[in-house]
């Protein structure tokens, strides 16, 4: 699912709506057009969604801190984590 996809979607379900001027039994183009031009922003959305939270999840940091038990000190260790998120 890419931003790629929804967009063809909305430039199909426009095509349908508003350049084609075609009857079929039973079927209503423009309602057809409609439909497709929602499900490619509803996909567009999801699309943006998940980049976004991708973008969140690599760029997250981690500080751990412990102390040592023998000379009571506080250890600092700070982590990032590149590893790429589990779809």
């Known amino acids: 699912m890419t931003i790629a ?6 430039m199909i379900g ?16 423009n309602v057809l057009g409609v ?6 922003l509803v996909w567009l ?3 943006l ?8 999840t ?4 981690t500080t751990v801190v412990t102390e ?3 000379t009571h000190q506080r250890i600092y260790e700070e982590r ?3 590893d790429p998120p589990v779809v």
């Open 35 to 40: 439909i497709l031009m929602i499900g490619g």
């Open 45 to 47: 959305m999801f699309a």
């Open 80 to 82: 990032r984590y590149d």
């Open 5 to 10: 996809g929804g967009i063809v979607l909305i």
């Open 58 to 61: 690599l760029a997250s940091n």
């Open 49 to 56: 969604y998940r980049m976004n939270v991708a973008r969140r």
């Open 14 to 29: 426009a095509i349908f709506t508003w350049a084609i001027e075609f009857n079929l039994a039973g079927l209503d183009i």
């Open 68 to 70: 040592d038990p023998v």
